[in-house]
């Protein structure tokens, strides 16, 4: 079945350093690919999408492309804040012609300290 | 409103009591789905509707876990009979479209049961 392979965390960064946070995924065919941001205490909130190959998604500083060659949609951001602390979930889903479910990945929880 | 309110935030039950979960999802949107989401951060699709009918339901534990989203009432997830392992953080989220751009998440419902 379809699945979402992140890199394991904790990430522990200073404020200004550069972030990567890998993702690769397995599925038959052609998936749309996102980014998800989890605040604590709170629900998901989407931060990126990429729908087919070569796409870039970007929002708030982060960025993201998809790689159908390496099957990736690797996470940057060149200079992390503070208020970037979160868990952030790689998610896959194939959502055109019906209302399909997100597969998430396992979460990276990042901490970025002053 | 412009919300996916879950209520309660908190609900603690005793092993073998049942529990009821709600979600209202943003007016206007007719697609809600559940999620789980357990230790390590792991998310797991559990139903999704279509206003009231149950257009997935292939991540449902059936045999104690139901739902329905009647009109003009909260959502609702019920799990009879608790077990241990039914302690985790249930999402609801919503859309408007029949795809996965237009996902809003609640803020979730922690279900510990003891």
């Known amino acids: 079945g379809d699945s979402v392979t992140q890199m394991e965390g904790p990430v522990t960064l200073s404020e200004e350093a550069f972030l990567t946070i890998n993702c690769t995924y397995t599925a038959t065919g052609y998936p749309s690919l996102f980014w998800y941001v989890q605040y604590p205490g709170e629900g998901l909130q989407l931060l990126l999408k990429?729908?087919?190959?070569?796409d870039k998604g970007s929002n708030k500083g982060f960025e993201a492309t998809y790689r159908k060659e390496t099957t990736s949609f690797h996470l940057e951001k060149g200079s992390v804040q503070v208020s970037d602390s979160a868990v952030y979930f790689c998610?896959?889903?194939?959502?055109?012609?019906?209302?399909?479910?997100?597969?998430f990945g396992s979460g990276t929880q990042l901490t970025v300290l002053p | 409103g412009e919300e996916v309110a879950q209520t309660p935030k908190h609900l603690v039950r005793g092993e073998g009591q049942k529990a009821k979960l709600y979600c209202a999802p943003i007016k206007g949107h007719s697609y809600v789905f559940w999620y789980q989401q357990v230790l390590k951060n792991e998310f797991k699709f559990l139903i999704s509707?279509?206003?009231?009918?149950?257009?997935?339901e292939t991540g449902m534990p059936k045999e104690r876990f139901s739902a329905k989203c009647l009109p003009n009432s909260p959502c609702s997830l019920e799990i009879q009979a608790t077990k241990l392992e039914d302690s985790a953080v249930y999402f609801c989220?919503?859309?408007?479209?029949?795809?996965?751009?237009?996902?809003?998440f609640g803020s979730g419902t922690r279900l510990t049961v003891v």
């Open positions: 990429a729908t087919k190959a070569d």
């Open positions: 509707f279509q206003n009231e009918n149950v257009f997935d």
């Open positions: 998610a896959l889903s194939f959502s055109s012609g019906s209302a399909r479910q997100l597969t």
């Open positions: 989220a919503s859309s408007q479209s029949r795809d996965v751009y237009g996902y809003t």
